[in-house]
């Protein structure tokens, strides 16, 4: 894995990784009844994870990768398993409310991480990193007001749920230095492919949905996998509460291209909503100055 322990560079990765897992919402949103096919979703979803992430192993390792699943430790397993529970409740906090919603839900990831890290890892947070997640909050507070969506209470709890299980995520991938990330991540996509494959049995419902359907499952895997090793490696060089929120760009994006006419979703944000996203760019660009500024070496605890 890439050895990165300048923030300077870590910095874009992470907000490029935010920004590609921002197209996930459109391709869910084009599937066909994604009402019934959660299952089948994360099962292809996971699957293609789990491919690719050993693929990516195996071209930088050689054929000794699988050693790594030996060097998890508690770490690696917590890890994975939290990932693989944000994975999981996304689909169906997504297919129960807006974008919006499901969205400005993963915007508390700064607040689970701060904490999280806070309790476990002993990381303090500095005053100019609370200032950009207070900043956060009171976009996340506008954009919240006045929703009027259906089922949101549902979509609401799932997406929480979500928002937590990356937060742990994000916490162990400073938890132990040696243990193999991406590895991790190949473990969330694995165990999304069997917790799915044991729900498709118990419900006696098809693997694999229509070929169209199938081909986004893999493409939103694939989304996810990228952003995941840019985080992944930007993890290195950033304290983890600083990590969720600089990935706040999911957030922005995520809700943009679905309402962008361009690809005919057109689920058109709230005036709260934009504005709302507005203090969320705020808060982006304030911690981004900060960086440029700060010169300071962050380690990994």
Known sequence: MLELKNPRIAVPLVLLAGIIWSFGPLVVRNLDDPQIIKWQYIFGRGLTIFILLNLYLFFEEGKIFYKNYFKMGISGLV??????VAIITFIFSITNTSVAISLLCLAAMPFFTALLAFLFLKEKISLNVWISIIIAAV???IMAIGSEEQNTLIGF?????SSLGFSVFSVTLRWRKETPKFTTIAFAGFFCFIFSSMMIFNNDLVFFSTSYNSALFSLHGTLVCFGLILYSIGSKAIPAAELTLLSLTEIIGGI????????GINEIPSTNTIIGGFFLFISLTYYSLVMRWNKRYIGLN
């Open 79 to 84: 890890g994975g398993s939290g990932l693989a």
């Open 139 to 141: 976009g996340i507070i």
């Open 157 to 161: 709890i799932f997406g929480l749920t």
């Open 256 to 263: 943009f291209w679905v309402w962008l006419p361009l690809f």
